[in-house]
């Protein structure tokens, strides 16, 4: 099993560049996330899904967008990529119930110039 | 407004001894907490977990400690290895249509010296 995929592992963004991380699972887990890592801050959430065309806003949704048309597949979009989102995102899934950990991505280091 | 406080951003330790991380959190919905450990360059792996129907649970060396009176949870790496240097991240969730949605707090590092 691969576990949870994410690429790209690396990305250079021009300010106002839109671009797309993609996130996949192969264990058929019902919940997806997405996080992201900056110094002090440690993971902030930045949207959920809890099944293929459900999503929810997490604690820092703005700037970024999500859709879940398949179980698998949560991608995480950047409409107009600004400085601010320069960060490590990692996407996590989980089988649905609070009593399962997530499984986490190895991450998708972002900057954005 | 941070749900889940990690106050201490670095713990040093001596290899042998116990390591005690700590966790606050604000939400009293949440009644469920899970301890993650990350290294760099890598995605953050579970470590051990805790419901708040239990205030300790225990796992080889790793023991988490809850007290819901007071909103605190504890992990104990009880003797510390040098392989257990890491981040730490506490995370919390809540039953019902939130059991999808789990916060962090902001990470302990932790380094266990030989």
């Known amino acids: 099993n691969a576990g949870v995929t994410q690429t790209p592992k690396f990305q250079v963004l021009k300010t106002g560049q839109s671009m797309t991380l993609q996130c996949a699972q192969d264990?058929?887990?019902?919940?997806m996330s997405w996080y992201r890592q900056d110094p002090g801050m440690g993971l902030r959430l930045i949207h959920y899904?809890?099944?293929?065309?459900?999503?929810d806003q997490g604690e820092v949704p703005n700037g970024y967008n999500v859709s879940r048309s398949t179980t698998e597949d949560f991608p995480l979009r950047l409409l107009s990529a600004a400085p601010s989102q320069t960060s490590v995102y990692f996407c996590?899934?989980?089988?649905?119930?609070?009593?399962?950990?997530?499984?986490f991505g190895s991450g998708t280091r972002l900057t954005v110039v | 407004d941070q749900q889940v406080k990690q106050n201490s951003p670095s713990l040093s330790v001596q290899e042998g001894r116990i390591s005690i991380l700590n966790c606050d959190y604000t939400?009293?919905?949440?009644?469920?907490f899970l301890w993650y450990k990350k290294y760099p360059a890598e995605g953050p792996t579970f470590l051990i977990s805790?419901?708040?129907?239990?205030d300790k649970n225990e796992d080889g060396r790793f023991t988490v400690f809850l007290n819901k009176s007071a909103k605190h949870l504890s992990l104990h790496i009880v003797p510390s290895q040098p392989g257990d240097s890491a981040v730490y991240f506490c995370?919390?969730?809540?039953?019902?249509?939130?059991?999808?949605?789990?916060?962090f707090g902001q990470g302990t590092e932790l380094s266990v010296k030989p």
């Open positions: 264990m058929n887990h019902e919940y």
């Open positions: 805790i419901s708040s129907i239990k």
């Open positions: 899904s809890v099944g293929a065309g459900i999503t």
């Open positions: 939400n009293s919905m949440f009644d469920y």
């Open positions: 995370a919390a969730s809540q039953s019902g249509n939130q059991g999808g949605k789990l916060i």
């Open positions: 996590a899934s989980s089988p649905a119930g609070q009593y399962y950990g997530y499984t």
